[in-house]
């Protein structure tokens, strides 16, 4: 009862704690918030008590607090202290451990991906590599989650590893040293044909500012002479980093990004605070569907200034701030408190969860509801949408065999076998997917006798149902047939389908095993999006008239 208690006190602290939102609060609201909570506390009480059968108490308030946060937007999460250090590993990109992305599957745990230079990576261990046991606790149905708290600890101490590799008949062992571990948010760097620097942002974390300026001032010693910067599929992170990376190439004052919230005390204004470090280099920023957040403030207040062009896809539309707030019993609170707005005015949400479709789903915001707002010289961009690039690229959809194969690991477990007999690869500028090894791939892909496309069985399933209660069945079951027969899944078929695609994924996968993810980017400089981000950055005139062009 006393965890009870305390979950009842952490409720109530969510909604009391902070004297500005108090100040706002008319008496009447303050009554119903102490009244609900009461009744809440009551339910709680009498429900733990007198329900038939056994209930995990612990277990339904977590379950509950979580749907209150997610109801909201998905954004919002509460972190009890066992959680806070995987948190703030997040939010800083350092923690103590090994160096290791792991994952879980069918009670076993594996290892995703060591990190170039830490000590996992320098301890041999590799991609594939399955976890038998930590410090001798045995890992045999555990999840993921536990395996990295194991492996988690403070720096300079010791765990021991016993793991089993494809191929070996038995087990390994190996100590390592925990280290303090940095992840560098700048996972590649380097100068592109015709003197065009290249930085691809992998996160925003505390250290991005220092390893974005230290691969800057690299380059510029190298001689370039333009800058592409890569944030595709980068989810976000710290604003305040992404805000100092901004001030590298704006003015001193030019503003950068305004915050907006319930509590007008807490609303923000940032303009750039230092002396820039080159303010005339043109820029090209690549973005995606998956450029978040940290992302698209980047993009949008480099479109907003005018300082880059933009190139890729329209990006994911996440304009809502996130603040850590310290709760009772150590735990964390991160909520959404407010909304972000770049240089032209416009807020970049694309989803609106305050008012929700009837099946309680949050709605897009239509196109036709954007508002129209302008760059510093006079382009329209709207709002409500993400960032739509000022040259947008066509982008495959990804097949749904893509993702039935990656949750049954199929490219993992096919670079695994494969590299047993293949030691050594061409580097990533030079490497060629060739037939046999995508023969050997769909070979490999077959023996799995995996299944996939299972939302069109369902639709199918629904939809005969339907028909059937209908009375619809009968007379067009010849043409439900010839349905059902064009849907079946044919891996065969869709291999050759989707070879391309596949292809393309698989050799990235193949580069990030030899070459970690430095060579996966490397081998991906040849891709469309790098090559039209060249061809606008090398042609002067273009780049000019892009960011000066005005709607007639």
């Not at 070996?168 to 992840?183: A, F, G, S, Y």
């Not at 992170?237 to 001193?252: A, I, Q, S, T």
């Not at 050759?496 to 081998?523: N, P, V």
Request: proline fraction near 3%; charge should be negative; hydrophobic fraction near 35%.
């Amino acid at each position: 009862m006393n965890f009870m208690r305390n979950l009842i006190i952490l409720g109530l602290a969510l909604c009391i704690q902070c004297s500005l939102v108090q100040a706002q609060l008319s008496e009447q609201e303050r009554f119903e918030v102490a009244k609900n909570l009461d009744i809440y506390n009551s339910l709680v009480k009498e429900m733990d008590m007198f329900y038939v059968d056994s209930l995990d108490i612990k277990k339904i308030i977590q379950e509950n607090i979580n749907f209150m946060l997610r109801r909201l937007d998905p954004y919002n999460e509460y972190f009890q202290e066992e959680d806070v250090s995987g948190f703030m590993a997040q939010t800083t990109g350092e923690y103590g451990g090994v160096g290791a992305l792991i994952s879980s599957r069918d009670g076993v745990v594996y290892v995703i991906e060591p990190y170039e230079g830490m000590p996992a990576d320098l301890a041999g261990i590799q991609a594939g590599d399955e976890l038998l046991e930590i410090d001798g606790i045995n890992l045999s149905g555990k999840s993921s989650s536990f395996a990295s708290e194991h492996l988690k600890g403070q720096s300079n101490t010791k765990v021991k590893i016993k793991y089993q590799r494809v191929g070996d008949k038995k087990p390994r062992e190996v100590t390592i040293d925990r280290k303090r571990l940095q992840l560098n948010p700048v996972t590649y760097y380097g100068v592109l044909t015709g003197n065009i620097g290249y930085i691809y942002i992998s996160d925003f974390n505390t250290y991005l500012a220092q390893s974005m300026k230290a691969a800057f001032d690299d380059l510029k010693k190298q001689g370039i002479t333009s800058l592409i910067i890569d944030v595709r599929d980068n989810l976000g992170g710290v604003v305040e980093d992404c805000l100092e990376v901004l001030n590298y190439f704006l003015p001193k004052g030019e503003l950068l990004l305004t915050m907006k919230g319930k509590v007008r005390q807490l609303d923000r204004t940032y303009r750039a605070t230092q002396q820039a470090i080159d303010t005339v280099i043109p820029i090209v920023v690549l973005v995606n569907r998956n450029s978040a957040s940290a992302s698209e403030i980047l993009a949008g207040t480099f479109q907003d200034t005018d300082r880059a062009v933009i190139v890729g896809n329209r990006t994911y539309g996440k304009g809502l701030v996130q603040s850590s707030r310290p709760l009772p019993y150590n735990g964390r609170l991160k909520l959404t408190t407010a909304k972000y707005y770049i240089p032209s005015g416009r807020n970049i949400q694309a989803i609106d969860y305050s008012h929700r479709n009837e099946d309680g789903s949050a709605s897009s915001i239509p196109d036709s509801l954007t508002e129209v707002f302008y760059t510093s010289k006079g382009r329209p961009v709207h709002d409500g949408g993400g960032i739509v690039p000022d040259f947008v690229l066509e982008e495959k959809n990804t097949p749904t065999l893509v993702f039935y194969m990656d949750m049954e690991n199929i490219f993992l477990d096919f670079v695994v076998q494969w590299r047993l007999k293949h030691p050594t690869v061409d580097l990533p500028e030079d490497f060629v997917l060739t037939d046999s090894i995508y023969n050997a791939f769909k070979d490999f892909t077959k023996s799995k006798d995996f299944n996939y496309d299972r939302q069109s069985e369902r639709a199918l399933v629904n939809l005969k149902e339907i028909m059937e209660f209908e009375g619809y069945m009968e007379p067009a079951s010849e043409e439900f047939k010839a349905l059902e027969n064009k849907l079946k899944p044919d891996l065969e078929r869709d291999l050759e389908l989707y070879k391309d695609q596949l292809s393309d994924i698989l050799a990235k996968q193949i580069m990030k095993h030899y070459y970690y993810a430095k060579g996966e980017i490397k081998y991906s400089l040849r891709d469309d999006y790098v090559k039209k981000a060249i061809e606008v950055i090398s042609d002067k005139a273009l780049f000019n008239k892009t960011l000066s062009e005005q709607e007639n």
